[in-house]
């Protein structure tokens, strides 16, 4: 049963980490072209490779630690005759990547944190 529920949750903390990495790349654009920067296009691929990586594996391990605290204490008890608790769930990780998008958008725009 462990086992079972372990796996579990790591393919939520998946499917957390590429919902995030969905919205990072909504945040930072589209990937660099060779026409824009030339001869240092390849440098510029490498940072957008490495900011994407950087930020979406961030902010996906938050969304996954959030979902499995509020998964474990509240939905557990909540959905378990349910049966439709997978979309529940999955509703669930995508609001609360909106909810950290939100506080990501105040801390890197407008208290300027990040």
Not at 75 to 80: A, F, H, P, T, W
Request: aromatic fraction near 14%.
């Amino acid at each position: 049963m462990k086992l079972n529920q372990n796996l579990t949750y790591l393919i939520w903390t998946a499917v957390a980490i590429l919902i995030s990495f969905g919205y990072v790349r909504m945040l930072i654009g589209p990937a660099p072209d060779e026409e824009t920067f030339g001869g240092f296009w390849f440098i510029a691929q490498v940072f957008y490779g490495y900011g994407l990586l950087y930020v979406g594996l961030a902010i996906g391990g938050i969304v996954a630690l959030l979902f499995i605290l509020i998964d474990i204490f509240y939905l557990k008890k909540r959905l378990k005759d349910r049966p439709r608790r997978t979309i529940i769930r999955l509703l669930v990780i995508v609001l609360i990547t909106i909810i950290v998008a939100i506080v990501h958008y105040i801390f890197e725009k407008v208290i300027d944190i990040i």
